[in-house]
Nanobody, 118 residues
Framework: QVSVVESGGGEVQAGGSLRLSCTAS????????AGWYRQAPGKQRELVAS???????YYVDSVKGRFTISRDNAPNTVYLQMNSLKPEDTAAYYC????????????WGQGTQVTVSS
């Protein structure tokens, strides 16, 4: 069973930055689509950003131009650089990898909380 550990969350003021990290127990990000998801209280979990095996990235419209996803295959880690944070970015952030058939590779981690104050 593969597991992931997210870190790097915290409390920041609007306009601030955070860099999230996600490390997997084995190599899953180099051969699958790596993604960052978030879930705010009372809302469904949503995909925020993803990066394919050949480096193609996707961002949900609300974070385009502010967030950057990247991957470092050596330590099985994927990052999410978040700039110009807004209160609506407040959520628990999770990472995972998805196969070409759309199946999640890892069990969900504990997530890392991001809180943005106005």
């Amino acid at each position: 069973q593969v597991s992931v550990v997210e870190s790097g969350g915290g409390e920041v003021q609007a306009g601030g930055s955070l860099r999230l990290s996600c490390t997997a127990s084995r190599s899953i990000f180099s051969s699958n689509v790596a993604g960052w998801y978030r879930q705010a209280p009372g809302k469904q979990r949503e995909l925020v950003a993803s990066i394919s095996t050949n480096g193609i990235t996707y961002y949900v419209d609300s974070v385009k131009g502010r967030f950057t996803i990247s991957r470092d295959n050596a330590p099985n880690t994927v990052y999410l650089q978040m700039n110009s944070l807004k209160p609506e970015d407040t959520a628990a952030y999770y990472c995972n990898a998805k196969t070409s058939l759309g199946a999640m590779v890892s069990s969900w981690g504990q997530g890392t909380q991001v809180t943005v104050s106005s």
